[in-house]
């Protein structure tokens, strides 16, 4: 989980770029990424259409964050096509089975990650109806939240707007 750095300061981004560029070099050693995530999943499990939706939709966000965080990984991932949110059952679906297949393959590269994560695949049936989809939104928030927890504890410096 990166520390942010206000940029307030004529030597901050210099500061920050020096600091992480030395955290590159150490490595991750057996980690996936350099740094553990500012987001996670935090929605309640799924227990209903209402519950589903309001965590599929938080998925998508943290998914999105988890794509472009070039602190933690090499090199920024492959975004999910440009969903709005899901608001019915058929939305649902589509959104958790695109996720679960693109995290999957995600976690999988070396490309993006210091070392590969075979640990936290998703393996729950796609979803198909509400039950499915609880399912395995429930599963999608698990294993997100342990693949992105999982980085050296020496934190990255983020460099924010003043």
């Keep these: 989980m990166a520390t942010v750095l206000r940029n307030t300061e004529p030597m901050a981004s210099a500061i920050a770029a020096a600091h992480n560029d030395l955290k590159a070099q ?66 649902l679906e589509t959104r958790l089975n695109d996720v679960k297949a693109k995290f999957n393959t995600h976690i999988g590269s070396t490309t993006y990650h210091y070392n590969a994560d075979a640990t936290n695949t998703i393996a729950t049936a796609d979803a198909s109806d509400l039950a499915t989809s609880e399912a395995l939104a429930n599963a999608i928030k698990s294993a997100f939240n342990a693949h992105m927890g999982d980085g050296p504890s020496a934190k990255s410096l983020r460099l924010v707007d003043a």
């Design 26 to 91: 150490i490595g991750a050693g057996s980690h996936f990424h350099l740094d553990k995530s500012e987001q996670t999943v935090t929605a309640a499990n799924a227990t209903d259409l209402a519950s589903a939706l309001t965590l599929c939709n938080q998925i998508l966000g943290v998914y999105k964050f988890h794509m472009a965080d070039t602190l933690a990984h090499k090199v920024a991932g492959v975004a999910l096509a440009s969903y709005a949110p899901a608001t019915d059952l058929t939305s």
